[in-house]
């Protein structure tokens, strides 16, 4: 956890000098990739990311998986003085355990833009997600409107229609 923490220091502290020399401010921290899915329901990974914004700035919002860690999550911000988000992906399928199902099995990443759809209205109306073996999950322990909810699309589909072209002039 030390060294988890010294690293996202590092990385909250390189982009925000990025950040400022092209002349915008940091607004939120989310841990990338593998660091994501480790961190959710590992109290010390959690504190060991939370500590490190706080020691950055307490400014910055914490975006975090939600769902079964809500609470876990929102406990530990509230004792770090930072604001959390929670986070919901209805392109991807979740594990029993309320983690993002691994890229490396099939099925992980919903390609059918109708799935991830019903996921989203599922998520943001129901409060809550299908894992992949069937079992209804909270996608976060309070009602919607109380979290500041994100909704993130994970990667192109390729039913989906290509972005404009840009012009260079």
């Known amino acids: 956890p030390d060294e988890v923490r010294d690293f996202v220091i590092y990385q909250i502290g390189a982009l925000k000098g990025f950040c400022a020399l092209h002349g915008t401010e940091m607004q939120h921290v989310k841990p990338h990739g593998n660091l994501y899915n480790m961190s959710v329901g590992n109290e010390s990974l959690l504190r060991a990311i939370a500590e490190a914004i706080a020691a950055v700035d307490k400014n910055l919002i914490w975006v975090v998986l939600g ?4 609470a876990l999550a929102r406990k530990i911000a509230g004792e770090y003085g930072i604001r959390v988000a929670f ?19 099939p099925g992980a990443v919903i390609e059918d833009p109708q799935k991830s759809a019903e996921q989203a209205l ?26 500041a909810m994100s909704v993130a699309i994970g990667m192109p589909h390729p039913s989906a229609p290509s972005p404009p072209a840009l012009n260079a002039t």
């Open 67 to 70: 769902g079964a860690q809500s």
């Open 87 to 105: 986070e919901a992906f209805p392109d991807r399928a979740y594990d029993p355990d309320g983690k993002l199902t691994s890229r490396k099995k």
């Open 122 to 147: 599922r998520m943001a109306l129901d409060n809550e997600i299908i894992a992949a073996d069937g079992t209804r999950r909270p996608s976060s322990e309070t009602t919607p409107a109380a979290n």
